[in-house]
């Protein structure tokens, strides 16, 4: 089965469709990006953009070990970044953080500090400061 994400045109997932693999092979029975997106855009009507989505892919790596595409599995609500064609899973959180696209993850500037030590009593928040740049 091939899955198929529609985008909004500001970049919006707002359906991820099952495809039977015969509705996206190609006359040499080849499966082909392009005959997925026809077969979606006729079966819906819809005018939106189609990307396909690998239900394999997270955090840039593709759990079956073929090449990735795309970074992750396209979810409704996350986002599709056309400049870098990516599926994120959410908008970027913070202006000073930025997308690490390896990993098509949003991050700090900063890494997150150790967890603390809790026989110690000590813990660290993990909550970003965007005014400071820091964790508190």
Known sequence: MAHF?????????VNVIVVADEDTLDVFG?????????FC???????NTFKQTSFNMKNGVHRRG??????????????????????????????????????????????MPDEGNPEQGTFTCKT???QLKVWE
């Open 30 to 38: 080849e499966e082909n990006e392009d005959i997925g997106i026809d």
């Open 128 to 130: 970003w400061n965007e």
């Open 66 to 111: 073929k090449s990735p595409k795309r970074g992750n599995f396209a979810r409704v609500g996350g986002k599709y970044d056309a400049a870098e064609d990516l599926f994120l899973d959410s908008d970027k959180p913070y202006p000073s953080w930025v997308l690490d696209k390896k990993i098509a993850r949003w991050v700090p500037p900063k890494g």
């Open 5 to 13: 994400a529609e985008i909004d045109s500001d970049g919006n997932v």
């Open 41 to 47: 855009q006729r079966v819906t009507g819809s005018k």
